[in-house]
């Protein structure tokens, strides 16, 4: 089966721009996420949806940060405007439930660069 | 609070050396899950293992092994006979309940080297 596939790989943008990520799940897996991972530690949830409700969204800084996922299927993330501190990986990942014991399929994530 | 300690910054071995990767959990929930995701050079996390509380089995697939504790709450991977193709950063993960609702909380990795 096809991984979860995310775009761009790559963006470069100057501070006060706006950026925006997308991310395409798993077929049939019901809960997203969005990790941010900043450079030498580990990634940290900013958001997350069962089908196309948002179950837990309390560490994404939602003045400038916003996350949609419409249909339930693929999700869009961005930020406005960009923070010098936003510079991360930003990893999608989906798994079939939001259980406990739900195995996380992550994608190969978008690194921006704030300038 | 849920918490996950790796304490190992950085190994270096050489090729065909063991090497364990030290993980430490702190949780109040007598139900959680842990569990150890590789990320190499792609950025993509890979999913290796997981192991709920009530099971303190250890576990080994091929190389890999992993030691589950929980009287020290720790969960230790280690990989025998190390190659070059395990280069990559490790993390360690702990799913639990946070302010109500499962979180997957990770460690801050520990960046595995093995030289030719």
């Known amino acids: 089966e096809a991984g979860v596939a995310q775009s761009p790989r790559y963006k470069i943008i100057e501070k006060r721009q706006s950026v925006a990520f997308w991310c395409n799940p798993i077929s049939g897996h019901a809960t997203l996420y969005w990790y941010q991972q900043i450079l030498g530690q580990g990634p940290k949830l900013l958001i997350q949806?069962?089908?196309?409700?948002?179950?837990?969204d309390s560490q994404l800084p939602k003045d400038r940060f916003s996350a949609e996922r419409l249909k339930g299927v693929d999700s869009t993330l961005k930020i406005q405007p960009a923070k010098l501190e936003d510079s991360a990986v930003y990893l999608c990942a989906s798994s079939r439930r939001g259980s406990a014991t739900g195995e996380l399929f992550f994608g190969e994530g978008s690194r921006l660069t704030v300038l | 609070a849920q918490k996950v300690t790796q304490a190992q910054t950085e190994i270096s071995v050489v090729e065909k050396e063991d090497v364990t990767l030290d993980c430490v959990y702190e949780t109040r929930d007598t139900t959680y899950y842990l569990f150890w995701y590789k990320q190499p050079p792609s950025g993509e996390l890979v999913f290796l293992i997981r192991?709920?509380?009530?099971?303190?089995q250890n576990e080994i697939s091929g190389r890999y092994s992993w030691n589950f504790q929980k009287s020290t709450s720790s969960f230790n991977f280690t990989i025998t006979a190390s190659q070059v193709v395990d280069s990559a950063v490790y993390f360690c993960?702990?799913?639990?309940?946070?302010?109500?609702?499962?979180?997957?909380?990770f460690g801050q990795g520990t960046r595995l080297t093995i030289n030719p």
């Open positions: 993960a702990l799913r639990g309940i946070i302010q109500g609702a499962q979180k997957l909380v």
């Open positions: 192991r709920n509380s009530f099971d303190e």
């Open positions: 949806f069962q089908n196309n409700g948002v179950v837990d």
